[in-house]
Structure formats: C-alpha cells, structure tokens
C-alpha cells in the first residue's frame, strides 16, 4: 500500500502520478509529470538545496548542502553513490523509489552528479531488492541525455552493509562491513577519492527542489524541516506501507493515513529499530516534526513507524530485534561482539520472567559502555533501542517474573533467514577482518 | 592544540595493557576491551599515555591532536 494522505493539499509530490497497479512509472510518464530534467549550474544548484533545507533521509539527517558544497569544492570526486541499501527490515521507501520511479531518483543522481564534478554515478542496492534491480536496470538504457555514465551494483543484505563507510569498502573490493573513520567517504571513498553517498529519497527530493525551487519545497512542512518524507508505517494499522506526508503531520494524522490502528496502541517505535519505542499516551501528542520528536529523545531515521498494539508484549519484541541487532554486528569491534549479545540476552531473559530485576541495571550499564565505542553506529543504535524498551517496558519486568506472558507475536520484521545467514556471512567477515590485521 | 585517546575499535583486540599503564584515563569493559574517559590528556599524563600507545600490540591506541583556536 502506498499513498498520502486524503486530500491533503500539495501532495503527492515524489508519489505523484503512481497508482497502485506496481508499475515502474516510464520515463515519458516521469516526464509528463514533472518536466524535463533542468539544467542548473553546480552554484545554482547547491544554492537551491541550502534554501530548501533540504536534509539526509537515510537516517543521518544531514544538511545535503553542506554535504554538496563540501565534494564541490574538493577535486577529482570519483563518483556519486545513490545508497539504496536499505537494510532496515522495517523500512521500505527506497525500494519503492527505486523500483517504481528510479527516473526521478536518477535524475538527483545526475543533478548532484554535476554539481560535484563526479566522473560517475553508482547506484548501490540491496540484492534482495529484486524489483528495484530490475526497475534501474531497465531504465538507465533510455537515459541517453545523462551527462555520466551510470552502474548498477548489488551487494549482499545486512544491518549494517549499508552505512557509507560499509558501502565504500564493499565498492573498493572489500566487504560490506564499516570502516575506521578517519577518512569519511567525503574525504577519501570510492577509489581512494572523495565521494559523495546520499541515501535514493535524498537524491529524488533534490530533483524536485532543482525543478520547482526551494520556495515551492517550503510550501509544505514547518520552518525547520520543510518538505515532504516518505514515511514506512507498520505494526497494528489497517494498511501499513510507505506514505508520503507533509513534516508537522500529526502523528494521528500519519496512523489515519495508513488506515488507523487496528487496536488500542500500547506504544510507536520511531526510527526503526536504531529508534526509540515511546508510550502511545505521548506518541500520539507528536508531530512528525524534529523538535517534537527530539523532546521524547526520537529521531525520524530513515522514516520508519511501527505501531505496537496493547495486545503485544514490547519486552518480548524488543528481545527479539535486540537479538537481530546484536546478529547483524560486522563482528569487527568487541564492544558491539560481545556487549550487544550480552545485552540482547539479559533482555531476553528479563522478558522471560528468568532474570532478577537487578539484571535490568546491569543492561542500562552496559548500554551506557557500549555506546560510542564501535567503528560505525551500530552499537549506538542497538544500545538506544534497548534504552527505550526498559524506559517504556521497563515497568512490566516485576509482572513477567511471576505470570507466564502469553502475548502473540507482533510481526516485527526480521529478515528470515537472518540469523542463519546473518552469523554465517558475519563469520566470513570476521576471518576476513583479522586476516586484514596480520 | 588539545590532546585525547582514542581507540580504534577494530583493531583493538583487548590485550588490556593500556589500561594497565594508564588507569587514570583507561578502564577496561565486561569483556576487557578499553574505555577512554574522553577528557583531554593532561600535560602531565602525556609521558604516560605516549607509552600506552607504544605498547599496543594492536597499535589500536591513538593520541589525537585536536587544533584548539589558541593553537
């Protein structure tokens, strides 16, 4: 299910013109929609995106201006990496970008492509997007006008194969697991040299910032985060997909737009699943809005909502993507190897009822050595997750000790055959890893 | 110019000596890889911290200078 909310005026703009048959939209059709694709000098162009506002979408949520000028002013930029990875199992935006409108994605690509003075465009997915593979493959013969040329490469699915450092050393012959930072993909990415990596919906609202200018973006959204977001609603709601919605849409607005909630809400998980669970009694005050979501300790991420229903148990859920978390470590850094398990398993056992309540401060403890301490964010990610789940669930740990919980399965996605092929791969990794550090 | 530790993670593999040799600055975890307070090193830390980062076997333990605006 896709789709914005009913009249709402100003929207669709990246959805507009998509119907529900699942089509990949023509580039004749993309054309009809939005115009032909403007030329804009690189000055013109960043200086458009600095108006707009315009911030990451991948999750980082940083300003893509300063991001542009800082590879403009820099020389031999060797490529621009539209990051479709999308490892995020909650997450489905880029895959529908990719595989239903990869024109208007490719077109960013080019725009920012110019604007940096890069020799390439890379566009990175996720091998398990078959769809999205098939939708750029298909398109990129007819883009004859583009001024770079364009490949399309797959990588293998993991948590963290899509964070740029990952990205880079995958595209550089390694494996898709992150990197000592020192250099950042800016300073030194894809062939040693200065690269730019924004995330698909980054690059696709950049095509429409450079077609209708900053002062048409603003018209929706608040003064701090102008625009549109797709946002990827699931869990407890009647018709759970990827919505495109206006920034300072009530959070009552954004369930409604997927169809409402199918139960009485116990809680929202915002930012997938290196976000942050908030009860419903204050979820449902938000706007989708970054100072109402920083006043509850939430970021957007890369727009993922999960709705938890009161017939679910958060403790049990949250063990289990905490356990997915702690699988999908690149197995590199003994903070996140060993701290992530340790903690997804006192959880697991706080949730079972096998642990002294005591156990909880020790995982608040861990969470608090573990954070920062990883080569990439991944730890960071896991231990905030976690933090919220005892702050929101924490209360429910003294009921599990004595009562069996016989709450089903929400659904949470985890990719099946995550923790077989997951630890497997991580194994190779790791070899790999401490073979490269003889 | 202001000075930290810092460790890069994958290459430590938790032999634990800094923390050994410099316990003013250097904890170890549950699992004994390193915890930095992330407070400048103090110029009279410096000797110290210096041959905490020579005895890495790993070389995973960095001095980072910082440029200060005073320099």
Redesign the interface.
């Known amino acids: 299910m896709t789709g914005t909310l009913a009249g709402h005026p100003g929207l669709p703009r990246l959805l507009a013109g998509l119907d529900q048959s699942g089509r990949t939209m023509s580039q004749s059709e993309h054309e009809r929609i939005h115009g032909a694709l403007p030329h804009l000098s690189a000055h013109e162009l960043i200086d458009a995106v600095q108006a707009s506002g315009l911030r990451g979408r991948g999750g980082a949520d940083f300003p893509t201006a300063v991001k542009l000028r800082a590879l403009a002013a820099r020389r031999r930029v060797s490529a621009v990496v539209v990051n479709g990875s999308e490892t995020e199992p909650a997450s489905a935006k880029d895959r529908l970008l990719l595989s239903r409108l990869p024109h208007l994605v490719l077109d960013g690509a080019m725009l920012a492509a110019e604007a940096v003075g890069a020799r390439e465009v890379i566009v990175k997915l996720n091998e398990r997007a078959a769809s999205s593979l098939h939708a750029v493959a298909g398109a990129l013969p007819l883009r004859q006008r583009d001024p770079v040329p364009v490949r399309l490469i797959a990588a293998p699915d993991g948590y963290v194969t899509g964070e740029e450092t990952a990205v880079m050393h995958f595209l550089n012959g390694g494996a898709p697991i992150p990197t000592f930072v020192p250099p950042r993909p800016f300073e030194r990415g894809y062939q040693g040299r200065p690269t730019l990596v924004q995330n698909a919906e980054t690059l696709a609202q950049l095509a429409l910032v450079a077609r209708f200018g900053p002062r048409w973006f603003r018209e929706l959204g608040t003064v701090a985060d102008p625009g549109s977001a797709l946002v990827t609603i699931s869990g407890a709601v009647a018709d759970p997909g990827v919505y495109e919605l206006a920034f300072g849409t009530p959070m009552t607005d954004l369930l409604a737009a997927a169809g409402g909630a199918t139960e009485p809400l116990r809680a929202l998980l915002v930012g997938g699943y290196f976000g942050t669970w908030v009860d419903s009694a204050s979820a449902l005050g938000l706007r989708l809005a970054r100072e109402d979501l920083r006043s509850v300790g939430c970021q957007l991420g890369s727009g993922v909502l999960i709705a938890l229903g009161e017939s679910a148990c958060g403790l049990h859920e949250s063990a289990r993507v905490a356990s997915y978390l702690a699988e999908q470590s690149a197995g590199q850094c003994g903070p996140c190897v060993h701290g992530l398990r340790a903690v997804a398993d006192s959880l697991e056992a706080l949730a079972d009822g096998g642990a002294h309540p005591r156990e909880r401060d020790r995982v608040l403890r861990w969470a608090g050595e573990i954070r920062g301490r990883g080569a990439c964010h991944h730890p960071d990610g896991a231990v905030r997750f976690v933090e919220s789940a005892i702050e929101v669930f924490g209360g429910e740990i003294e009921w599990h000790r004595h009562n069996h919980c016989t709450a089903r399965p929400a659904g949470l996605p985890i990719p099946a055959s995550a923790s077989a092929s997951a630890s497997a791969s991580a194994s190779a990794f790791r070899s790999a890893a401490s073979e490269a550090k003889r | 110019m202001s000075r930290r530790l810092r460790?890069?993670?994958?290459?430590?593999?938790?032999h634990g000596l800094c923390a050994e040799l410099l316990p003013e600055l250097i904890r170890l975890?549950?699992?004994?890889?390193p915890?930095i307070e992330p407070t400048e090193v103090a110029p009279e830390l410096l000797g110290l911290a210096r041959r905490a980062v020579d005895a890495c076997p790993?070389l995973a333990l960095l001095i980072e200078e910082i440029p200060t605006r005073d320099g």
């Open positions: 460790v890069n993670p994958i290459a430590c593999e938790g975890d549950d699992w004994g890889y915890i790993t």
